[in-house]
Protein backbone atom coordinates (compact mmCIF):
# COMPACT_ATOMS: atom_id res chain seq x y z
CA UNK A 1 0.00 0.00 0.00
CA UNK A 2 1.22 3.58 -0.78
CA UNK A 3 2.26 5.81 1.39
CA UNK A 4 4.72 9.23 1.88
CA UNK A 5 7.49 9.87 3.80
CA UNK A 6 9.78 13.20 4.27
CA UNK A 7 13.02 11.83 2.77
CA UNK A 8 16.52 13.14 1.63
CA UNK A 9 17.84 11.78 -1.89
CA UNK A 10 19.88 9.39 -0.32
CA UNK A 11 17.40 8.53 2.50
CA UNK A 12 15.03 7.71 -0.58
CA UNK A 13 17.76 4.99 -1.98
CA UNK A 14 18.05 3.77 1.75
CA UNK A 15 14.41 2.97 1.78
CA UNK A 16 14.14 1.53 -1.87
CA UNK A 17 17.33 -0.97 -0.80
CA UNK A 18 15.43 -2.07 2.17
CA UNK A 19 11.97 -2.89 0.39
CA UNK A 20 14.11 -5.00 -2.00
CA UNK A 21 15.83 -7.06 0.70
CA UNK A 22 12.71 -7.33 2.66
CA UNK A 23 10.57 -8.50 -0.30
CA UNK A 24 13.18 -10.81 -1.95
CA UNK A 25 14.67 -13.03 -0.29
CA UNK A 26 17.25 -13.56 -3.45
CA UNK A 27 18.53 -9.86 -3.47
CA UNK A 28 22.31 -9.15 -2.09
CA UNK A 29 23.94 -6.08 -1.27
CA UNK A 30 28.12 -5.20 -1.20
CA UNK A 31 30.72 -3.01 -1.87
CA UNK A 32 33.46 -1.09 -0.13
CA UNK A 33 32.21 -0.16 3.36
CA UNK A 34 28.56 -0.45 2.43
CA UNK A 35 27.88 -2.70 5.41
CA UNK A 36 29.09 -1.87 8.63
CA UNK A 37 30.13 2.05 7.54
CA UNK A 38 26.91 2.19 6.40
CA UNK A 39 28.16 3.53 2.84
CA UNK A 40 30.92 6.37 2.58
CA UNK A 41 28.28 8.22 1.92
CA UNK A 42 25.56 7.35 4.36
CA UNK A 43 23.54 5.86 1.65
CA UNK A 44 23.22 2.08 3.28
CA UNK A 45 23.45 3.05 6.76
CA UNK A 46 21.28 -0.07 8.92
CA UNK A 47 21.13 -1.86 6.23
CA UNK A 48 22.99 -4.62 7.50
CA UNK A 49 21.80 -4.48 11.44
CA UNK A 50 18.63 -5.13 9.39
CA UNK A 51 19.20 -7.63 7.03
CA UNK A 52 22.88 -9.02 8.53
CA UNK A 53 24.61 -10.90 6.33
CA UNK A 54 23.20 -10.62 2.85
CA UNK A 55 24.47 -7.37 3.21
CA UNK A 56 28.50 -7.13 3.10
CA UNK A 57 31.78 -4.97 2.73
CA UNK A 58 34.27 -6.76 0.08
CA UNK A 59 37.60 -5.99 -0.32
CA UNK A 60 38.87 -2.83 -2.88
CA UNK A 61 38.60 -4.79 -5.90
CA UNK A 62 36.03 -3.54 -7.86
CA UNK A 63 37.08 -6.63 -10.72
CA UNK A 64 36.47 -9.08 -7.71
CA UNK A 65 32.89 -7.77 -7.17
CA UNK A 66 31.41 -7.60 -10.38
CA UNK A 67 32.46 -10.70 -11.41
CA UNK A 68 30.91 -11.68 -8.22
CA UNK A 69 27.94 -10.49 -9.24
CA UNK A 70 27.64 -11.56 -12.39
CA UNK A 71 28.22 -15.11 -11.13
CA UNK A 72 25.92 -14.30 -8.48
CA UNK A 73 22.91 -13.34 -10.79
CA UNK A 74 23.68 -15.95 -13.27
CA UNK A 75 22.35 -19.05 -10.47
CA UNK A 76 19.29 -17.07 -8.86
CA UNK A 77 20.60 -14.25 -6.90
CA UNK A 78 19.22 -10.44 -7.17
CA UNK A 79 23.07 -8.54 -6.42
CA UNK A 80 23.04 -5.08 -5.77
CA UNK A 81 26.85 -3.75 -5.94
CA UNK A 82 27.69 -0.32 -5.05
CA UNK A 83 30.66 1.27 -6.92
CA UNK A 84 32.08 4.44 -4.99
CA UNK A 85 32.47 6.48 -8.14
CA UNK A 86 31.90 5.83 -11.20
CA UNK A 87 35.40 6.03 -12.35
CA UNK A 88 35.95 3.10 -10.56
CA UNK A 89 34.28 1.21 -12.82
CA UNK A 90 36.65 1.64 -15.59
CA UNK A 91 38.94 -0.57 -13.35
CA UNK A 92 36.39 -3.64 -14.27
CA UNK A 93 34.53 -2.95 -17.23
CA UNK A 94 35.26 -6.52 -18.42
CA UNK A 95 32.96 -7.35 -16.21
CA UNK A 96 29.82 -5.59 -17.45
CA UNK A 97 30.90 -5.40 -20.89
CA UNK A 98 32.09 -8.54 -21.74
CA UNK A 99 30.12 -10.72 -19.37
CA UNK A 100 27.09 -8.94 -17.73
CA UNK A 101 26.22 -7.27 -21.05
CA UNK A 102 26.58 -10.82 -23.07
CA UNK A 103 24.56 -13.31 -20.62
CA UNK A 104 21.19 -13.82 -22.26
CA UNK A 105 22.73 -13.31 -26.05
CA UNK A 106 25.66 -16.42 -25.75
CA UNK A 107 23.36 -17.79 -23.63
CA UNK A 108 20.10 -18.18 -26.32
CA UNK A 109 18.69 -16.31 -23.59
CA UNK A 110 18.67 -19.23 -21.12
CA UNK A 111 19.87 -17.16 -18.55
CA UNK A 112 19.61 -13.40 -17.26
CA UNK A 113 21.74 -11.27 -15.46
CA UNK A 114 19.40 -9.46 -12.76
CA UNK A 115 22.26 -7.32 -11.42
CA UNK A 116 22.19 -3.48 -10.65
CA UNK A 117 25.17 -1.44 -10.28
CA UNK A 118 24.94 1.05 -7.95
CA UNK A 119 27.34 4.25 -8.58
CA UNK A 120 27.73 8.09 -8.19
CA UNK A 121 29.10 10.67 -11.02
CA UNK A 122 30.10 14.34 -11.51
CA UNK A 123 32.17 16.80 -9.88
CA UNK A 124 31.92 18.14 -5.89
CA UNK A 125 34.00 20.86 -4.99
CA UNK A 126 37.68 19.58 -4.65
CA UNK A 127 37.00 16.34 -6.55
CA UNK A 128 39.86 15.27 -8.53
CA UNK A 129 40.30 14.14 -12.41
CA UNK A 130 39.46 10.27 -11.41
CA UNK A 131 36.64 11.28 -9.37
CA UNK A 132 34.60 13.37 -11.80
CA UNK A 133 34.14 12.04 -15.09
CA UNK A 134 30.55 11.72 -16.01
CA UNK A 135 30.52 8.23 -18.15
CA UNK A 136 27.15 7.69 -18.91
CA UNK A 137 27.74 7.80 -22.61
CA UNK A 138 30.29 4.79 -22.82
CA UNK A 139 27.63 2.73 -20.99
CA UNK A 140 25.57 3.82 -23.66
CA UNK A 141 27.45 2.30 -26.35
CA UNK A 142 26.97 -1.37 -24.34
CA UNK A 143 24.35 -3.45 -26.05
CA UNK A 144 22.38 -5.13 -23.15
CA UNK A 145 23.16 -2.49 -20.39
CA UNK A 146 19.85 -0.14 -18.89
CA UNK A 147 21.14 3.06 -17.60
CA UNK A 148 19.10 5.21 -15.29
CA UNK A 149 20.18 8.77 -13.38
CA UNK A 150 17.89 9.84 -10.56
CA UNK A 151 17.87 13.82 -10.04
CA UNK A 152 15.26 13.91 -7.03
CA UNK A 153 14.01 11.39 -4.39
CA UNK A 154 11.22 10.09 -5.57
CA UNK A 155 13.61 9.41 -8.56
CA UNK A 156 15.79 8.03 -6.43
CA UNK A 157 13.32 5.83 -4.43
CA UNK A 158 11.37 4.40 -8.05
CA UNK A 159 14.63 3.87 -10.30
CA UNK A 160 15.88 2.34 -7.45
CA UNK A 161 13.39 -0.27 -7.00
CA UNK A 162 12.88 -0.48 -10.63
CA UNK A 163 16.32 -1.27 -11.17
CA UNK A 164 16.89 -4.51 -8.48
CA UNK A 165 13.65 -6.29 -9.82
CA UNK A 166 14.82 -5.76 -13.74
CA UNK A 167 15.59 -9.24 -15.07
CA UNK A 168 18.95 -7.05 -17.13
CA UNK A 169 22.12 -5.95 -15.70
CA UNK A 170 21.34 -2.04 -14.98
CA UNK A 171 23.95 0.70 -14.38
CA UNK A 172 21.95 3.57 -11.86
CA UNK A 173 24.04 7.06 -11.73
CA UNK A 174 23.62 9.14 -8.78
CA UNK A 175 25.37 12.34 -7.95
CA UNK A 176 26.91 13.07 -4.70
CA UNK A 177 26.06 16.26 -4.23
CA UNK A 178 22.27 15.34 -4.02
CA UNK A 179 22.84 12.52 -1.45
CA UNK A 180 22.18 14.98 2.00
CA UNK A 181 20.28 17.71 0.28
CA UNK A 182 16.10 18.69 1.41
CA UNK A 183 14.21 16.07 2.53
CA UNK A 184 11.08 15.80 0.07
CA UNK A 185 7.35 14.11 0.07
CA UNK A 186 8.24 10.58 -1.44
CA UNK A 187 5.57 8.14 -1.95
CA UNK A 188 6.88 4.37 -1.07
CA UNK A 189 5.16 1.35 -1.11
CA UNK A 190 3.27 2.03 -4.50
CA UNK A 191 3.82 -0.77 -7.22
CA UNK A 192 6.93 -0.86 -9.29
CA UNK A 193 7.47 1.24 -12.14
CA UNK A 194 8.65 -0.19 -15.28
CA UNK A 195 11.58 0.28 -16.50
CA UNK A 196 11.50 3.55 -19.32
CA UNK A 197 9.74 7.21 -19.57
CA UNK A 198 11.14 10.24 -18.63
CA UNK A 199 9.75 13.24 -16.57
CA UNK A 200 8.44 16.48 -17.16
CA UNK A 201 10.27 19.07 -15.42
CA UNK A 202 8.50 22.67 -17.13
CA UNK A 203 5.97 22.56 -20.33
CA UNK A 204 6.29 25.35 -22.61
CA UNK A 205 6.20 26.54 -26.08
CA UNK A 206 9.36 28.12 -27.57
CA UNK A 207 11.80 24.82 -27.23
CA UNK A 208 12.24 21.79 -26.01
CA UNK A 209 15.42 21.02 -23.44
CA UNK A 210 16.33 17.54 -22.58
CA UNK A 211 18.91 16.88 -19.75
CA UNK A 212 19.88 14.53 -17.58
CA UNK A 213 21.20 13.96 -13.98
CA UNK A 214 22.27 16.51 -11.64
CA UNK A 215 22.64 19.28 -13.66
CA UNK A 216 18.50 19.34 -14.49
CA UNK A 217 18.53 21.90 -11.35
CA UNK A 218 20.52 24.30 -13.85
CA UNK A 219 18.42 23.43 -16.33
CA UNK A 220 15.36 24.37 -14.75
CA UNK A 221 16.87 27.52 -13.17
CA UNK A 222 18.14 29.21 -16.91
CA UNK A 223 14.48 28.31 -17.85
CA UNK A 224 12.76 30.32 -14.95
CA UNK A 225 15.70 33.11 -15.51
CA UNK A 226 15.01 33.25 -19.44
CA UNK A 227 11.22 33.54 -18.55
CA UNK A 228 11.53 36.91 -17.87
CA UNK A 229 12.42 37.63 -21.63
CA UNK A 230 9.14 35.93 -22.65
CA UNK A 231 11.01 32.31 -23.33
CA UNK A 232 9.24 29.09 -22.19
CA UNK A 233 10.37 25.40 -22.48
CA UNK A 234 9.68 21.97 -22.33
CA UNK A 235 12.01 20.58 -20.01
CA UNK A 236 12.37 17.10 -20.59
CA UNK A 237 14.32 15.08 -17.82
CA UNK A 238 15.39 11.82 -19.01
CA UNK A 239 15.67 9.51 -16.19
CA UNK A 240 16.47 6.92 -18.28
CA UNK A 241 18.82 6.78 -21.00
CA UNK A 242 18.92 3.04 -21.73
CA UNK A 243 15.60 2.98 -22.92
CA UNK A 244 15.43 6.24 -24.11
CA UNK A 245 11.69 7.89 -24.18
CA UNK A 246 12.92 9.28 -27.98
CA UNK A 247 8.78 9.11 -29.01
CA UNK A 248 8.55 12.04 -26.08
CA UNK A 249 11.48 14.32 -27.41
CA UNK A 250 10.11 14.01 -31.03
CA UNK A 251 6.13 14.88 -29.66
CA UNK A 252 7.76 17.95 -27.94
CA UNK A 253 9.65 19.08 -30.90
CA UNK A 254 7.03 19.03 -32.98
CA UNK A 255 5.61 21.38 -30.90
CA UNK A 256 8.07 23.39 -30.26
CA UNK A 257 10.59 23.44 -33.36
CA UNK A 258 13.55 23.94 -31.64
CA UNK A 259 16.14 21.60 -29.45
CA UNK A 260 18.37 22.57 -26.65
CA UNK A 261 20.21 19.30 -24.93
CA UNK A 262 22.39 19.96 -21.50
CA UNK A 263 24.50 17.60 -19.53
CA UNK A 264 27.32 17.57 -17.46
CA UNK A 265 29.63 14.89 -19.63
CA UNK A 266 31.85 16.51 -22.43
CA UNK A 267 30.40 17.67 -25.18
CA UNK A 268 32.81 15.48 -27.75
CA UNK A 269 31.07 11.96 -27.94
CA UNK A 270 28.13 12.68 -25.46
CA UNK A 271 24.85 11.36 -25.70
CA UNK A 272 23.77 14.66 -26.48
CA UNK A 273 24.94 14.30 -30.01
CA UNK A 274 22.54 10.93 -30.25
CA UNK A 275 19.51 12.80 -29.08
CA UNK A 276 20.04 15.46 -31.69
CA UNK A 277 20.56 13.01 -34.70
CA UNK A 278 17.66 11.18 -33.59
CA UNK A 279 15.05 14.22 -33.71
CA UNK A 280 17.34 15.35 -37.13
CA UNK A 281 17.03 11.94 -38.18
CA UNK A 282 12.87 11.96 -37.71
CA UNK A 283 12.63 14.22 -40.11
CA UNK A 284 10.20 16.53 -37.67
CA UNK A 285 10.96 20.32 -39.07
CA UNK A 286 12.81 22.45 -36.98
CA UNK A 287 13.07 26.03 -36.84
CA UNK A 288 16.39 26.60 -35.76
CA UNK A 289 19.44 24.30 -36.01
CA UNK A 290 19.43 22.21 -32.55
CA UNK A 291 22.31 23.05 -29.86
CA UNK A 292 23.95 21.20 -27.34
CA UNK A 293 25.48 22.69 -23.93
CA UNK A 294 28.02 20.30 -22.17
CA UNK A 295 31.70 20.37 -20.65
CA UNK A 296 34.57 21.52 -22.30
CA UNK A 297 36.21 18.87 -23.78
CA UNK A 298 39.28 18.76 -21.41
CA UNK A 299 40.04 16.86 -17.37
CA UNK A 300 37.99 17.99 -14.42
CA UNK A 301 40.97 20.41 -12.54
CA UNK A 302 40.37 19.73 -8.12
CA UNK A 303 40.15 24.04 -8.04
CA UNK A 304 36.61 24.57 -7.26
CA UNK A 305 37.01 27.94 -9.60
CA UNK A 306 38.76 25.76 -12.72
CA UNK A 307 36.07 23.15 -12.56
CA UNK A 308 33.67 25.87 -12.93
CA UNK A 309 34.98 26.97 -16.07
CA UNK A 310 35.34 23.63 -17.70
CA UNK A 311 31.81 22.66 -16.46
CA UNK A 312 28.49 24.24 -17.88
CA UNK A 313 27.27 26.92 -15.56
CA UNK A 314 23.54 28.39 -15.72
CA UNK A 315 24.32 31.15 -17.20
CA UNK A 316 25.53 29.24 -20.62
CA UNK A 317 22.49 27.85 -20.59
CA UNK A 318 20.49 30.81 -20.54
CA UNK A 319 22.95 32.08 -23.42
CA UNK A 320 21.79 28.73 -25.73
CA UNK A 321 18.17 29.45 -24.80
CA UNK A 322 18.25 32.48 -26.53
CA UNK A 323 20.38 31.59 -29.13
CA UNK A 324 18.18 28.45 -30.25
CA UNK A 325 15.33 30.96 -29.60
CA UNK A 326 16.31 33.85 -31.09
CA UNK A 327 15.19 36.15 -28.40
Not at 55 to 63: A, G, K, L, R, Y
Not at 168 to 179: A, H, K, M, Q, S
Not at 260 to 277: D, I, K, M, P
Request: glycine fraction near 10%; charged fraction near 20%; charge should be negative.
Amino acid sequence: MSETAKLTYGGAINAALARCLEQMPETLLFGEDVALPGGVFGVTRGLRKAFGERVFDTPISETAMLGAAVGAAMTGRRPIVEIMWADFMLVAFDQIVNQAANVRYVSEGRLAAPLTIRTQQGNAPGACAQHSQNLEALLLHVPGIRVAMPVDAQDAYDLTLSAVTCDDPVVVIENRTLYAGAKSEVRIGGPVEPIGGHRLRRAGDDVTIVTWGAITGSVEAAVDLVAEDGISADVIEAVWLNPFDTEAVLASVRRTGRLLVVHEANLTGGFGAEVVARVCESGVPLSAPPRRVGALDTRIPAAVQLAQAVLPQTGDIVDALRAVTGK
